[in-house]
């Protein structure tokens, strides 16, 4: 038990460490103390701007180059245009955090399927073979598939195992599909399948190179993020 303790207290004074080195060095970069920084270790979504404008990043980009740091502040700032956020996005999701902060896989709680859940279930179980068909050739298996009710600000995420070397679930989002209707839904899902297709490659499942070269063949945006609301919305 002390062991085990002391290794928690070591875990939690480097996390402080990066959280505190990482906040520093956006600030040296620009950022400015109105934009809320919330720190994570989801190697899903790596960067992610809520809708409450709080920035949202993995911890390991405490360890990246001044080069990603400046992307870092120049896709927070409220005024970049949209070209100049997506030059951003290709130099933060090329740093491998995972190299750095290993993503852990936090228990949660199974959500309860509500009533239209198992239709909705196999309506996503449908449209994954038929785009594994499409798009894969069909070699992808078959991956549980689950509906979120927790998922606030992302559409979707791919569960591997612990070791990152098999796909265990792909979640989508409750919201996501009411808000959005199918054809979004589509999307999302082809883009964790994408994921899918990397871990079942023996590639790491981050929004890289070989991620965008994959996002285009299969015609989806190849971007980490992607915001719909303000999609539909002419800036």
Known sequence: MLRKSRRAWAEAAAREADEALLRHRLAEAGLGPERPIEIHENHTVLVSLTPRGVLRLHRGYAYSSDRVIRALVAFAQPNSRYGEQRRAELVIVDFPVDEYVRARRRPRRSDRLRRGDRGLLTRLEELHEELNRRHFDGKLRAVALRLSGRMRTRLGELTVDVGGHAPL????????????????VEHTLLHEMVHQWQVESGREADHGAAFRRKAREVGIEPVAIRDIREERRPA
């Open 169 to 184: 679930e792909i979640a989508i989002s409750r919201r996501h599909i009411d808000r959005d209707g199918w054809e979004e």
